[in-house]
């Protein structure tokens, strides 16, 4: 009668080592081994890199539009200026009040009155359009992502003598520190004959790169009171941009904010702004995690097919085992370590080829930049200069647990089948 061992006994693994490694002369898969451990490698390792450079995009996507933008912005609903005109205005002209009033709010870091409006930047024979936006020093100051020194150009000290510009207009226009650059708006002065443009020159004091190719190429800032005597609205401002502690959880803020700015404020969140994008990288990662968890489970399914082979390679063996006083449990348990250790070893080879290739993800772009000869990521469609990639260990235990749990699943049936094979009719044509 055949005795119980121990699960998982030291011969069980060494007997499951023995078999995997043996060549297909004496009976063993190793080509199918290596095809699908190769596959395992494969599979993790692309997941990883996705779920990396997904979260890395997010990321970066997120920074770029906080480090730049406000996190909300309180503005004024349309109001008629003087009653029975039918002349509506959504100017504050409280907004020293308002913004001091906000800046009480608890969580926020910072409240700045800001002047907007559109102009022709025009330098020698280039022009383009600009976004100006009307701002203080100081405040221009506070914006993480603008006052940066490593990225800009310029002293932003000598904001007040001057404008500041995004380094792609700069580019596009031909600019460098020093030159003039021309301001054309339409809404000019207002004179007996119609509404004249407005043309003013200024000097280019800082350039600036927020790391947003769209914010790069058209924004251009000016100092408070000048923005609000080019774009006639020395009454007040349009518009303050809230930053508070926590961005992710910006809607919170919003009845304090809504009470604070007073009769008629109105709310614009980063999230309202750019809430559908986001919803839909998070659709494209899910959809993502799927796919690959299919190409994952094509691969793990090779060790399936490799076992059914060792299986039947191994018959006599199984039957001298079995007589020998093995039990059902233990050739299970055999088989199922021998599909067990090329998930193991692939899924800790494809963790390791994926962390690689996330942390080296800047030297592999631009080696597919050379070879595509440039060109290979553009910063005008995906809106960032560079491909980021963000390791998470969330994403990379996924991918683990996705692989093993698959490859332990597919084990099942073959050690199975080995395990119930009758002794007798295997040694039986001997």
Request: proline share 4%; hydrophobic share 50%.
């Amino acid at each position: 009668m055949a005795t119980r061992t121990a699960p998982f006994s030291g011969f069980e693994f060494l007997i499951a080592w023995r078999y995997l490694r043996a060549r297909r002369a004496e009976g063993g898969v190793s080509v199918m081994t290596w095809i699908s451990l190769i596959g395992i490698m494969l599979g993790v390792a692309a997941l990883i890199i996705t779920l990396a450079v997904r979260a890395g995009f997010r990321a970066e996507f997120v920074d770029t539009i906080l480090g730049s933008n406000a996190h909300v912005t309180v503005y004024s609903a349309p109001q008629e200026v003087v009653a029975g005109t039918g002349i509506f205005s959504s100017l504050m002209p409280d907004y020293q009040d308002r913004a001091e009033r906000i800046r009480k709010v608890p969580g926020v870091t910072r409240a700045a009155p800001l002047i907007r409006g559109q102009a022709m930047a025009t330098f020698d024979d280039r022009s383009n359009v600009a976004d100006v936006y009307g701002i203080s020093a100081e405040d221009l100051a506070t914006i993480p992502r603008v006052a940066n020194p490593k990225t800009s150009r310029g002293d932003l000290a000598r904001f007040g003598e001057g404008i500041a510009m995004g380094s792609e207009l700069a580019r596009e226009l031909g600019v460098t520190l020093g030159d003039r650059v021309r301001l054309i708006s339409p809404n000019g002065a207002k004179t007996a004959f119609g509404t004249s443009p407005r043309v003013n020159a200024y000097e280019v004091v800082y350039i600036f790169t927020a790391g947003r190719w769209d914010i790069d190429r058209t924004r251009v800032y000016m100092p408070f009171a000048e923005a609000q005597s080019y774009f006639n609205r020395e009454a007040g401002a349009d518009e303050i941009e809230v930053d508070v502690t926590d961005p992710e959880r910006v809607d919170d803020w919003t009845p304090q904010l809504i009470a604070a700015g007073g009769a008629g404020t109105m709310l614009w969140s980063w999230r309202d702004a750019s809430g559908s994008f986001l919803r839909a990288l998070d659709i494209e990662d899910n959809v993502m995690f799927v796919i690959l968890a299919v190409l994952v489970l094509i691969a793990t399914m090779n060790i399936t097919s490799g076992l059914i082979m060792l299986v039947k390679n191994k018959g006599r063996d199984i039957g001298i085992l079995r007589t020998m006083g093995l039990t059902e449990g233990s050739v299970l348990r055999v088989f199922f370590l021998c599909g067990a250790f090329t998930g193991v070893i692939g899924t800790a080879a494809g963790v390791a080829l994926g962390v690689v290739f996330a942390l080296y993800i800047d030297q592999v772009m631009a080696f597919v930049n050379w070879l595509n000869g440039g060109g290979a990521w553009d910063p005008s469609i995906r809106g960032i200069y560079a491909l980021p990639a963000k390791l998470q260990p969330w994403d990379v235990t996924k991918a683990v647990a996705l692989s093993l749990g698959l490859s332990f699943v597919v084990t099942i049936f073959p050690a199975r089948r080995a395990a119930r094979l009758n002794p007798v009719e295997a040694l039986r044509y001997e």
